[in-house]
Structures are given as structure tokens and as C-alpha cells.
């Protein structure tokens, strides 16, 4: 047995992790206190009140008005997922066929909107879109409308918002993944006498599908957490899981019931991970922003 | 001369008129802050500069810009230095946990904002940070460190360690190997991190929404609450400032990112 001879090698490599694991802990402290302990006290909070109960989860279940919220932010997150990939993928498209000037510039003006305050946007949906908003306006210089269309403070408008927010999301991984995808498969797949929408079924689209999925994910995900935006143009109407954590926590002072929606809302954020990470690393999928 | 395919022109109108709507309404902004009616309308009837002028003279909208920057600024200057050391720890070191440990610096991004806002107010209403200075700073630390860590790593991939060993081989300590050699090295990534954390700051709401109150209410609090009420062309020109704020600051962060490669 060989012990207590100090290996000087040993000793030096003991001295680096520490050196490594000191450099790593302020982060981690702010990590473990600002996010880890509030999320696990919200945890706590949504089954211990003067003892253990599922009481909060019963209601979140079972009552009407929190299923609803769910299905609706199910709904809407789905529909604003596919809207979005059905913008997003022509434009990550184009911007990888055209010269490097060229696709610099579509780029550039997907991003550009990613930089904006998401409250500054909310504001422009409203001016663009309300009663005397710009387009009604428009719409009825044109005398297409003669009464002006209820375009926002409703589900249409918190789509139409939700979409613009999130579509540079779908964008950069689709063009990512895309970018990657070798030029001169399409050209044998159009040699062997594949017409371009056949090699583009056959070839492309199957080769994309990692930037889909990178960009559906995070479109879902992020779309199921959303709050400025439906509280800012869903009219009180669309009520989406965090506004009603926020109800619950602001209006209300139900903390145990806001904090079990919260976990629910959670576990299908992780779940929806955990399930997408078996097929493309999740750096893939975060590293964009 | 090829033939343009009708599935090609197709491609460009959807691209084009979805590229309209993203930058639509960021164009759309400026034009109603320069305009003098009390409503939205376009285009504006006549040049006026009174929302900024409304805007520079409330005192509450000031008060309100002057927690923000310090809120971004005090951020900056704990959260860079937080994730750089991070950073290199993760890049380096060959330790397993280093995995588990990146992953949850990522947490910030993982969890929907709106979860971590309320878990971090019941934990300051328990510790006395509620619409508390401090309070701001910490929360928006975590927030920004993601940033950071992921511009910095990203840099220190084309950093070749041995360099360092060498610097130290030549007598060099490692503080000093690090802030000599290094550091010089992935400076550009460190910048554009620290912007990064910076605008995250700025524009930060949702917490601030359950966190902040009194006089250390961000700017973004206080556009929330006007917005919900009533539209004020005042946050128009709010809005407007913002986003050129914003703007120069990521041409800047771009700018020294393609300069790191």
C-alpha cells in the first residue's frame, strides 16, 4: 500500500483543482443563492404550509380556471412554434443561398430586432396595431374596413407580438445547421437527375432537421414562460401560466398556489429539455442568444 | 442566363415581407417620438421634440433612468469578473464536476424568468432586499453571468493553453500569466460579455416587476406600468433612446468579437 508519501505531482494537481474550484465559486454562489435556493423555496412553499399537503396541487389540476390557462399556453405556444418555423425557415433559407454580402445583411436585420427591449417592442405592437392604430388607419384610408378590426388586447395580437420576439430564435439555428450542410449534395443530388424540389425533400430538408428542432425548442420553451407581452397586448383576456403566477402572487397573495403553478410550468420546461438533449446537445440549443 | 424558378421568387416575397415584419415595428418607434400629437398617429402630423422635453423634465422618469444605469453598471463590474474567473476554471480544469457546474451557470437562461422573479421575491421578503438597491444588482449579477460566461468561453477556445504554462515556465505566477498573457488574449470576448450583461440589465423586467418599488424602480418598471395604464408617446421617446442605447452598444460587443475571431 502506498500511503502518506506525498506524490509531489499529486499534491500540485490537488493544489489546481482547488485553484479551479475556487475561481468557479463566486459564480456558483450567486448561481446557488439567486436562482437554486429561490426556486427550491418556491418548491417547498407549493407542498409545506403548517405541514405537508398537495392541496395547491389538487386545485392547479383539478380547478377550471388553471387547466384552461394551461391549454391555452399550450396552445399558444404551439401555434406561435409553428408560425414561427414557417417564417423563420425560408429566411434562414435564403439567407444561406445568396452571397456572403447578401446574407450578412438578412442577418443582420433578423438580429436587429433581438437587441430591442422586449417592452420597447410590446409598445410598437400597440401603436401598430390598436383601434386608431397604424394599420387600421391604413386599412381604412384604403376603404378596405369601414370599422376599424379588433387586432389586439386579444389572442391575435399576443400571437403577432410573441411571434416577432421569438423568430430570430428559430432563425439562427435553422441557418446554423443549414450552413453546415455540404453544397455539393445538392448538386450530385441534381446530377443524378433530382429535381431541386426533389433533392431539396430528400437531401436539404432531412439534413436541416437538427436546426428545427434546436429552434422549435427554443421557441416552445421560451414561448411557455412568456409574460410582458400577453399581459401587455392580451387585452386580460389571454391569461397565460405566468400571469397567472403573477396573479396569484399580486392580486391574490397565494403563494402556495402561485408556487405550484410554477413548478409545473418548470417540470415541462426540464421534461421538454431533458427529452430534446438526447438528440442535439443543449449548447446548441442555448448557445444562440 | 439561369432561369429564375418560380419557387425562387416565391422564396424571396415570403423572405422579404417576413424580414418587413421584424424590423417594422423597431422602425416604426422613432417616427412617433419626433411627432407632436398626443396620439398614435402615422405618419406624424409635425416634427416636435415635446416627449423628449417631457421626458428629461419628470423628475420620476429620471430618478427612474438613474437606477437603471447604476443597476447595469454595478452589474457589469461584479458579473465580468464572476464569469471570466468561471470561465477559465470550466475551460481548464479536468475535473468532472466542472460539467455539472457550467450546466448550472446556464441555469439563468433554463428557467422561465417568471418562475426565477417569484422565487427571488419570496427570498428577499424573507431577508429585507424587497425594492432595496443591492436587491437589483444581485438579482441581475445572476441574470447577466450566462452572458458572460458563455462570450468568454467561446474565446478561450481558440486560446492555446500551453502559452500560459510557458509564461509560467519563465518564471511568471499564474495571476500574472493569466492577466498577461491570457487575458490580452480573450480581452474581446471579455468586452462583448460585459456588453452583453450590460444590455441584459438594461432591459431586464419581469424581476424587477416583483422586486423592485419606491424609488429604486427601474426604467423598465415604471414603462410597464405606463403601458398598462395608458400610451404615453413619452415612452415612444423613452423607447427610442433605449434602443440606440442598445444598438451602439451591440455594434460595439460585434465589433470586438469579429476582432477575437
Redesign the interface.
Known amino acids: 500500500m502506498v500511503t502518506s508519501v506525498p506524490d509531489p505531482s499529486q499534491k500540485h494537481q490537488r493544489r ?2 482547488g ?3 475556487a ?2 465559486s ?3 454562489l ?10 427550491g ?2 418548491a417547498w ?1 407549493s407542498i409545506y404550509h403548517d405541514g405537508f399537503t398537495l392541496e395547491n396541487y389538487r386545485r392547479v389540476f383539478t380547478e377550471d380556471i388553471y387547466w384552461r390557462s394551461f391549454a391555452l399556453t399550450f396552445e399558444i405556444s404551439l401555434a406561435v412554434t409553428l408560425i414561427a418555423l414557417l ?2 425557415y ?2 434562414a ?2 439567407a444561406n443561398s445568396v452571397p456572403k454580402g447578401w446574407s450578412i445583411l ?1 442577418l443582420s ?2 438580429v ?2 433581438f ?14 396595431l ?1 383601434r ?3 394599420i387600421n ?1 391604413f386599412l381604412r384610408y384604403l376603404d378596405v374596413i369601414s370599422e376599424p378590426l379588433a387586432l389586439v388586447h386579444n389572442t391575435f395580437g399576443t400571437v403577432v407580438a410573441t411571434v ?1 420576439i421569438l ?2 430564435f428559430m432563425v439562427l439555428p435553422l441557418y446554423a445547421t443549414m450552413q453546415k450542410i455540404p453544397g455539393d449534395l445538392m448538386q450530385a443530388g441534381a446530377s443524378l437527375g433530382a429535381s ?2 426533389l433533392t431539396f425533400a430528400r437531401v436539404f430538408l432531412p439534413l436541416s432537421l437538427p436546426g428545427v428542432l434546436a429552434g422549435c425548442t427554443m421557441v416552445f ?1 421560451l414561448c ?2 412568456f ?2 407581452t400577453p ?2 397586448l392580451g387585452g386580460g383576456r389571454t391569461v397565460m401560466v ?1 400571469m397567472l ?2 396573479r396569484n ?2 392580486l391574490y397573495n397565494q ?1 402556495g398556489a ?2 405550484a403553478v ?1 413548478v409545473v ?2 417540470l415541462g ?2 421534461l421538454i ?1 431533458a427529452i430534446v438533449s438526447r438528440f442535439i446537445s ?1 449548447d446548441r440549443i ?2 444562440q ?1 | 442566363m439561369t432561369r429564375i ?1 418560380p ?1 425562387r421568387i416565391a ?2 416575397v ?2 422579404t415581407l ?2 418587413v ?6 422602425l ?2 422613432a417616427p ?1 417620438s419626433f411627432s407632436s400629437a398626443r ?4 405618419p406624424p402630423p409635425s416634427f416636435s421634440l415635446r416627449w423628449y422635453q417631457q421626458y428629461f423634465a419628470n423628475p420620476a422618469w429620471m430618478q427612474a433612468t438613474r437606477v437603471t444605469l447604476t443597476v447595469a453598471l454595478f452589474t457589469v463590474v461584479i458579473a465580468t ?3 471570466v ?2 470561465a ?3 475551460s ?2 479536468k ?1 468532472r464536476i ?1 460539467r455539472l ?1 457550467h ?14 422573479a ?6 428577499y421578503a424573507k431577508v429585507g432586499l424587497v425594492a432595496t438597491l443591492p436587491g437589483l444588482v ?2 441581475n ?2 441574470l447577466g ?1 450566462p ?1 458572460v ?2 462570450s468568454v468561453l467561446a474565446g478561450m477556445q481558440s486560446f492555446d493553453p500551453a502559452q500560459e504554462m510557458v509564461a509560467r515556465s519563465l518564471g511568471m505566477n ?1 495571476l500574472r500569466s493569466f492577466f498577461e498573457v491570457t487575458l490580452p488574449q480573450i480581452k474581446s470576448s471579455v468586452v462583448a460579455g460585459g456588453i452583453f450583461a450590460f ?1 441584459s440589465a ?2 431586464e ?2 424581476v424587477a ?2 422586486i423592485s418599488g419606491g424609488q429604486y424602480q427601474p426604467l ?1 418598471k415604471r ?2 406600468t405606463a ?2 395604464d395608458e ?1 404615453d408617446p413619452t ?2 421617446a423613452i ?1 427610442t433612446l ?2 440606440a442605447a ?2 451602439m452598444l ?1 455594434l460595439a460587443a460585434s465589433a470586438r468579437q469579429k476582432k477575437a475571431g
Do not use: N
Not at chain 1, 450567486?30 to 426556486?39: D, G, K, N, R, S
Not at chain 1, 437587441?115 to 401598430?128: E, H, I, M
Not at chain 2, 417569484?118 to 427570498?123: L, S
Open positions: 489546481e483543482h485553484l479551479m474550484l475561481l468557479v463566486p459564480a456558483l450567486v448561481i446557488l443563492l439567486l436562482i437554486v435556493l429561490p426556486v423555496w418556491l412553499q417564417l423563420g425560408p429566411v433559407y435564403l438578412i436585420l433578423v436587429l430586432p437587441w430591442t427591449s422586449v417592452l420597447v417592442r410590446a409598445y410598437a405592437w400597440l401603436a401598430l390598436q386608431t392604430g397604424v388607419q416577432h423568430l430570430p431541386p424540389s420553451v411557455l414562460g409574460y410582458i399581459e401587455l405566468s403566477v403573477s402572487v399580486e403563494f402561485a408556487s410554477a410550468l418548470l420546461v426540464l429539455f443543449l442555448l448557445g442568444k | 424558378s419557387a422564396l424571396y415570403i423572405s417576413v424580414l415584419y421584424l424590423i417594422l415595428p423597431v416604426i418607434i412617433i396620439f398614435l398617429t402615422f469578473p464572476c464569469g474567473a468561471a477559465y476554471a470550466i481548464q480544469s475535473l466542472m457546474i450546466m448550472m451557470l446556464l441555469l439563468p437562461l433554463v428557467v422561465p424568468i417568471i418562475i426565477t417569484v422565487g427571488i421575491f419570496f427570498v444581485l438579482a449579477v445572476m453571468l452572458y460566461v458563455i499564474r444590455i438594461m432591459d423586467t419581469i416587476l416583483f423598465t414603462m410597464f403601458l398598462r400610451i415612452i415612444a423607447s433605449m434602443t442598445s444598438f451591440v
